[in-house]
C-alpha cells in the first residue's frame, strides 16, 4: 500500500528488539476519517525478519498476542513523522509486556501535510488520540487481552504538544511570537492574528501517565494548571524545528506536580526519532543528521529503558492489585 511505503520512509530500517507487529487502521467516524497506524505486542515467537523495504523490522507479523490485563500505550509523531517513526521504543515497551499503538495523524503526517500549516491540525491531534484509545479498547480484535485502566501515552514534538493537551494542557498561541515574525505567511499564523483558534478538545482521563518528548510547546503556567497526570519530560539540550530548550523548560517549570525531568545532552531536536540507516540518511539527512558526539543509537538504549521504567512505575506497579 502507497500509506505504507511513506510511512516506512519515515523511520529507521532495522528494529533490534523482537515483537509482535501488525497493522491497524481506525475506522472513519463522526469525529475524523479513518486512522492508519501500527500496533506493536508482546509475542512468544521467535523474532523474524520483517522486509517492508526500506524499512527492515526484527519481530513476528501479525503474532498472537501474548499475556493478559496489558497495559496500552499510544503514541503521537512529530509533524509531518509517522506511526512508525518511535518504532525502537514501541519495540521495547512491547517486549517488556505493553501493547502499543501508533497512527498517521491525518493531514499533518509523511504521505499528507495538507493541513500542517493550519491551527486545525493541532485541534484534531487529540481527537485523533482518543479514537485510537477507544478503538483499541472498544473494537481491536486482542481487546480482552488489555487493561483499560492501564493507558500510557508517547508523544514527540507536535505529539508531545498532542498529549499536554490529552492531560488537560490548554494552548495559548500568542505565548510564541518566535513562532510567528510580523511577515510569517504560514496560515497558522494569519489564524492567530486573526483570533481563529480553535477550541481546545477536552482531555481523555483514562490517561495514566504520559512521556512527553522535546514538546512544541505554546503553553505557560496557567494553560499547564490543570494537569494532575504524571510526566517524563524530556528536551534537547540543541532543540530544533521550532522546539528551543527555552520553551520545553517553561513545560517544566509550569507544571504543578514536578516531572521527571531528563535533558539529552548534545542532541537534537530530530534526537528522539528512531536511528536512521543509511538508506533513510541518504532521502532525509535532516531527520538523520546529529550533532558531533551525540550517538543516537547509544542514546536510545537508554531513552527506551528510562521510557520503560517510567511506565512501570506510574501503570504497571500502581495499578497492581
Not at 178 to 191: I, K, V
Not at 275 to 291: M, N
Request: with cysteine.
Amino acid at each position: 500500500m502507497r500509506w505504507l511505503l511513506a510511512a516506512a520512509l519515515g523511520c529507521a530500517a532495522t528494529v533490534a528488539q523482537a515483537a509482535g507487529f501488525a497493522f491497524i487502521e481506525v475506522p472513519a467516524d463522526k469525529d475524523g476519517p479513518a486512522l492508519r497506524g501500527a500496533v506493536w505486542s508482546p509475542c512468544s515467537t521467535p523474532p523474524d525478519r520483517i522486509d517492508l523495504a526500506p524499512l527492515v523490522l526484527q519481530g513476528t507479523r501479525d503474532c498472537p498476542v501474548a499475556g493478559q490485563g496489558l497495559p496500552l500505550v499510544v503514541v503521537s509523531h512529530g509533524a509531518g513523522g509517522s506511526a512508525l517513526g518511535h518504532h525502537d521504543t514501541a519495540a521495547t515497551l512491547a517486549n517488556a509486556g505493553y501493547v502499543v499503538a501508533a497512527i498517521n495523524h491525518p493531514g499533518d503526517n509523511f504521505q499528507d501535510m495538507s493541513r500542517q500549516g493550519h491551527l486545525s491540525a493541532f485541534a484534531t491531534r487529540p481527537v485523533d488520540m482518543r479514537r485510537l484509545t477507544d478503538y483499541m479498547l472498544g473494537t481491536w480484535p486482542q481487546r480482552a487481552q488489555l487493561d483499560a485502566d492501564k493507558v500510557g501515552f508517547f508523544g514527540y514534538s507536535r505529539g508531545g504538544y498532542t498529549g499536554l493537551v490529552a492531560i488537560g494542557a490548554k494552548p495559548d498561541w500568542k505565548l510564541r511570537p518566535d513562532l510567528c515574525p510580523p511577515l510569517s505567511m504560514r496560515p497558522l499564523c494569519g489564524e492567530i492574528r486573526r483570533n481563529e483558534i480553535p477550541a481546545t478538545p477536552a482531555p481523555d482521563p483514562r490517561i495514566r501517565a504520559a512521556v512527553i518528548a522535546d514538546p512544541l510547546s505554546v503553553f505557560d503556567a496557567k494553560g499547564l494548571g490543570q494537569v494532575s497526570t504524571p510526566v517524563q519530560l524530556w528536551a534537547s539540550a540543541l532543540g530544533g524545528d521550532g522546539v528551543t530548550p527555552q520553551s520545553v523548560e517553561v513545560v517544566l517549570n509550569g507544571l504543578p506536580r514536578a516531572p521527571e525531568w531528563q535533558v539529552a545532552a548534545h542532541a537534537r531536536h530530530y534526537a528522539f526519532l528512531a536511528p536512521c540507516s543509511s538508506a533513510l540518511a541518504e532521502v532525509a539527512p535532516d531527520i538523520c543528521r546529529d550533532a558531533p558526539g551525540f550517538d543516537r543509537a547509544a542514546f536510545h538504549q537508554g531513552f527506551n529503558a528510562q521510557v520503560v521504567a517510567f511506565f512501570q512505575r506510574h501503570i504497571t506497579v500502581a495499578k497492581a492489585p
